[in-house]
Protein backbone atom coordinates (compact mmCIF):
# COMPACT_ATOMS: atom_id res chain seq x y z
CA UNK A 1 0.00 0.00 0.00
CA UNK A 2 1.39 3.23 -0.95
CA UNK A 3 2.29 6.16 1.36
CA UNK A 4 -0.88 8.59 2.52
CA UNK A 5 -3.61 6.69 0.43
CA UNK A 6 -5.33 6.08 3.98
CA UNK A 7 -5.01 7.88 7.31
CA UNK A 8 -7.20 6.78 10.23
CA UNK A 9 -9.23 9.28 12.12
CA UNK A 10 -8.59 9.40 15.82
CA UNK A 11 -8.03 6.02 18.15
CA UNK A 12 -8.27 3.95 15.04
CA UNK A 13 -5.77 1.81 13.35
CA UNK A 14 -5.28 0.25 10.34
CA UNK A 15 -3.95 -3.41 10.42
CA UNK A 16 -2.99 -5.61 7.40
CA UNK A 17 -4.44 -9.27 8.35
CA UNK A 18 -1.70 -11.70 8.53
CA UNK A 19 -2.37 -14.48 5.90
CA UNK A 20 -3.85 -18.16 7.08
CA UNK A 21 -1.55 -21.31 6.54
CA UNK A 22 -2.61 -23.34 4.04
CA UNK A 23 -0.74 -26.34 6.06
CA UNK A 24 -1.19 -27.28 9.80
CA UNK A 25 0.64 -29.68 11.59
CA UNK A 26 0.47 -33.09 10.22
CA UNK A 27 0.15 -32.38 6.28
CA UNK A 28 -3.32 -31.51 6.44
CA UNK A 29 -4.74 -29.05 3.83
CA UNK A 30 -7.36 -26.74 4.90
CA UNK A 31 -9.69 -25.51 2.04
CA UNK A 32 -10.43 -22.28 1.52
CA UNK A 33 -13.97 -22.32 2.93
CA UNK A 34 -13.02 -23.99 6.16
CA UNK A 35 -10.20 -21.40 7.50
CA UNK A 36 -10.96 -18.35 9.63
CA UNK A 37 -9.99 -14.86 9.25
CA UNK A 38 -6.65 -14.73 10.71
CA UNK A 39 -6.50 -12.70 14.61
CA UNK A 40 -2.52 -11.31 13.83
CA UNK A 41 -1.85 -8.39 11.92
CA UNK A 42 0.86 -5.81 11.33
CA UNK A 43 0.03 -1.99 12.17
CA UNK A 44 -0.13 0.11 8.51
CA UNK A 45 -0.87 3.49 10.30
CA UNK A 46 -2.73 4.50 13.46
CA UNK A 47 -4.69 8.03 13.69
CA UNK A 48 -3.62 10.78 16.09
CA UNK A 49 -5.10 9.31 19.15
CA UNK A 50 -8.25 9.65 21.57
CA UNK A 51 -9.68 12.85 22.36
CA UNK A 52 -8.83 14.09 26.30
CA UNK A 53 -11.47 14.42 28.69
CA UNK A 54 -11.50 18.57 28.17
CA UNK A 55 -11.21 17.68 24.20
CA UNK A 56 -8.49 20.14 23.80
CA UNK A 57 -5.86 17.28 22.96
CA UNK A 58 -5.16 13.98 22.33
CA UNK A 59 -3.69 11.06 24.13
CA UNK A 60 -1.18 9.79 21.42
CA UNK A 61 -1.65 5.85 20.38
CA UNK A 62 0.25 3.18 22.26
CA UNK A 63 0.92 1.33 19.03
CA UNK A 64 2.82 2.41 16.18
CA UNK A 65 3.06 1.49 11.99
CA UNK A 66 5.03 -2.12 11.96
CA UNK A 67 3.80 -3.54 15.26
CA UNK A 68 2.76 -6.71 15.10
CA UNK A 69 -0.50 -7.21 16.79
CA UNK A 70 -3.32 -9.43 18.02
CA UNK A 71 -7.01 -8.45 17.32
CA UNK A 72 -10.34 -9.82 18.29
CA UNK A 73 -11.53 -12.18 15.65
CA UNK A 74 -15.12 -10.25 15.48
CA UNK A 75 -13.31 -6.56 15.80
CA UNK A 76 -13.14 -3.81 13.28
CA UNK A 77 -14.28 -2.85 9.60
CA UNK A 78 -12.65 -4.87 7.30
CA UNK A 79 -11.69 -2.90 3.85
CA UNK A 80 -9.75 -3.68 0.39
CA UNK A 81 -7.16 -0.77 -0.59
CA UNK A 82 -5.75 -1.47 -4.19
CA UNK A 83 -6.57 -5.32 -4.22
CA UNK A 84 -5.54 -5.94 -0.31
CA UNK A 85 -7.55 -7.01 2.87
CA UNK A 86 -7.51 -4.92 5.73
CA UNK A 87 -9.22 -3.74 8.97
CA UNK A 88 -9.69 -0.39 10.82
CA UNK A 89 -10.00 -1.17 14.52
CA UNK A 90 -10.41 1.10 17.36
CA UNK A 91 -7.16 1.28 19.42
CA UNK A 92 -8.84 -0.66 22.37
CA UNK A 93 -9.77 -3.58 20.37
CA UNK A 94 -6.13 -4.94 19.87
CA UNK A 95 -5.66 -7.39 22.32
CA UNK A 96 -2.07 -7.20 22.45
CA UNK A 97 1.22 -6.07 20.51
CA UNK A 98 3.20 -9.35 19.73
CA UNK A 99 7.31 -9.07 20.63
CA UNK A 100 9.72 -11.29 18.64
Do not use: Q
Amino acid sequence: MGENKIRPLFDRVLIKREEPKDVVKGGIVIPDTAKEKPLEGIVEAVGEGRRNENGDSFAAPIVKKGDRVLIGKYSGTDVTIDGDEYVIVREDDILAILEN
